[in-house]
């Protein structure tokens, strides 16, 4: 029903920055928030940050806050997540994902997702 597709994951040095992009297409009308994930290997799947798309409030774990900044472009369908400040740790795989059965709030903090993109590998190495 909705596609979610992650880009601009790449290979970037400890302090550098990068942005990564998620693009939403299908069908978008009902879609009220977007949540960033990642998975080291050998690590259990991350929950890092989350936006209400209606009105822009952001939700950020505490190993990202202060570093990462999410925001969205609704006339886009296209949510960002800017990283800076990486560490070697931040290294993974980063999906975006939703759940269209939730208001952004309730996704946001319950982060109960059932639709998710494909990944992006993020490589933080000197």
């Known amino acids: 029903q909705v596609q979610l597709v992650e880009s601009g994951g790449d290979l970037v040095q400890p302090g550098g920055s990068l942005r990564l992009s998620c693009a939403a297409s299908?069908?978008?009308?009902?879609?009220?928030?977007i949540g960033w994930f990642r998975q080291a290997p050998g690590k259990e799947r991350e929950w890092v940050s989350c936006?209400?798309?209606?009105?822009?409030?952001?939700y950020y774990g505490d190993s990202v806050k202060g570093r990462f900044t999410i925001s969205r472009d609704n006339a886009k369908n296209t949510v960002y997540l800017q990283m800076n400040s990486l560490k070697p740790e931040d290294a993974a795989v980063y999906y975006c994902?939703?759940?269209?059965?939730?208001?952004?709030?309730?996704?946001?903090?319950?982060?109960?997702?059932?639709?998710w993109g494909q990944g992006t590998q993020v490589t933080v190495s000197s």
């Open positions: 299908g069908f978008t009308l009902n879609l009220n928030a």
């Open positions: 936006i209400n798309l209606s009105t822009g409030t952001a």
């Open positions: 994902a939703t759940n269209m059965a939730y208001g952004a709030q309730a996704l946001c903090v319950g982060r109960t997702y059932d639709t």
